[in-house]
């Protein structure tokens, strides 16, 4: 089936740096979405975004976060600087169209962050 | 804001015996509802959905009832196999459909 491709599947940084994870969703679809997962814990959303822009955005998502789609290439979460407390799993998520209704987000496996 | 409360896992069982996982949510709109299931070493892929309420959802021999009153979504499978040894997520849209809200999910082992 259609596949979501996330680089780097695992990161180790140090704390105050920045890190860029990427995603290269469905080819064709439109609406991309970021979740976050603490180990232990449940897939909490951080963003949607269409057309170039945020449309949704959680308590999660921190002034540090930033998201883009330049040219239609990878979909990207940076975080600049990080904190100890953004260690987690992050997922990228994409849509053919307002797929939150219709279910069919297809995920990624996960980029795992590990913050020092 | 929208919440899932789920059966707390792991949950250990033999195959050929039966599952259910408790799903139960909590939100202002009308949602729709979503089971999805992580084998290891991929991402989140949906097992099926149900939009309106007091309907059923099926695929691969599991199944769950929208049940509107009762605010539960209750995953079942008659007879488990070693390959639905999975973490199960039930989850929820809000109506304007821009995101999923997810349970804490389930880890689910079955044992030959």
């Known amino acids: 089936g259609p596949k979501v491709l996330q680089i780097p599947s695992h990161q180790i940084i140090d704390m105050g740096q920045m890190v860029t994870l990427n995603c290269d969703p469905v080819s064709n679809h439109l609406y991309f979405y970021w979740y976050k997962q603490i180990l232990g814990q449940q897939m909490e959303f951080l963003v949607n975004?269409?057309?170039?822009?945020?449309?949704?955005k959680s308590k999660l998502f921190k002034d540090q976060f930033s998201v883009e789609r330049p040219d239609g290439s990878y979909f990207t979460l940076k975080i600049q600087p990080t904190a100890l407390e953004d260690s987690a799993v992050y997922f990228c998520?994409?849509?053919?169209?307002?797929?939150?209704?219709?279910?069919?987000?297809?995920f990624g496996e996960g980029s795992k962050l590990t913050v020092l | 804001g929208d919440s899932v409360t789920q059966t707390e896992g792991p949950v250990t069982l033999s195959e050929g015996t039966s599952l259910t996982v408790n799903c139960s949510y909590e939100?202002?709109?009308?949602?729709?509802l979503f089971w999805y299931v992580q084998y290891p070493g991929e991402g989140p892929q949906l097992l099926f959905k149900v939009p309106k309420a007091n309907e059923k959802g099926s695929n691969r021999g599991f199944e769950a009832t929208y049940n509107k009153e009762a605010t539960s979504f209750h995953l079942q499978k008659a007879s488990v196999q070693e390959s639905d040894s999975a973490v199960y997520y039930c989850?929820?849209?809000?109506?304007?459909?821009?995101?999923?809200?997810f349970g804490i999910g389930t880890r689910v082992l079955v044992r030959p």
């Open positions: 939100t202002k709109q009308y949602p729709t």
């Open positions: 975004f269409y057309n170039g822009k945020v449309m949704e």
């Open positions: 998520a994409s849509s053919s169209h307002r797929g939150a209704n219709t279910g069919q987000l297809y």
């Open positions: 989850a929820l849209s809000n109506s304007a459909g821009n995101k999923l809200t």
